[in-house]
């Protein structure tokens, strides 16, 4: 099965091995971990782990991360994807490079993510989690049809949680 996957404006295609520096200079960057890793700066060795593990997934479950490119361009420009849990729905995540902010590429991408995960994998449910201070991701999560469903404290940060059940297009 081809996990390659395109909008009017970008490829995705699922994170690799050879991704490991590219994606890893994107995580540890300061305004985008801020959010993702409650801003630890991850290792190396943390950012091939995030790879293996959505490598597996793409196998086991047909899903992971994707990468996110602007068509015609070769350099990362975020990610998106699907982050696998034994106990609940696949939970979404996604980033772009701050460099590209604001010009839409997150929506983009989450909802082409929301698009297969239900078209193609016939999920029911996906969920989502987002630092309450982060209005931008909350944005997202709400124009591409996600609705809170809780508030919670989490390690000294207040976290809102979504999910969304059957994606409408």
Known sequence: MTY?????????????????????????????RR????????????????????????????YGIWLFFENQNDLIAGFAGLLHSLQEAPSLIFGTCPSLWGRGYAKEAARTVLNYAFD??????????VDEPNEASIRVLEAIGM????????NERPLLYYEIHIYRH
Do not use: M
């Open 4 to 32: 390659l996957l395109h909008t009017e404006r970008l490829s995705l295609r699922p994170c690799q091995n050879e991704d490991l520096n590219s994606l890893h200079k994107l995580w540890i960057d300061a305004n985008v």
């Open 35 to 62: 959010f993702l890793f409650d801003d630890r700066q991850i290792s190396c060795e943390q950012a091939q782990s995030f790879i293996e593990t959505s490598t597996e997934n793409f196998t086991n479950y047909g």
């Open 120 to 129: 193609v994998l016939d999920l029911e449910r996906v969920i989502a989690d």
């Open 147 to 154: 609705s809170q469903t809780r508030r919670a404290i989490i």
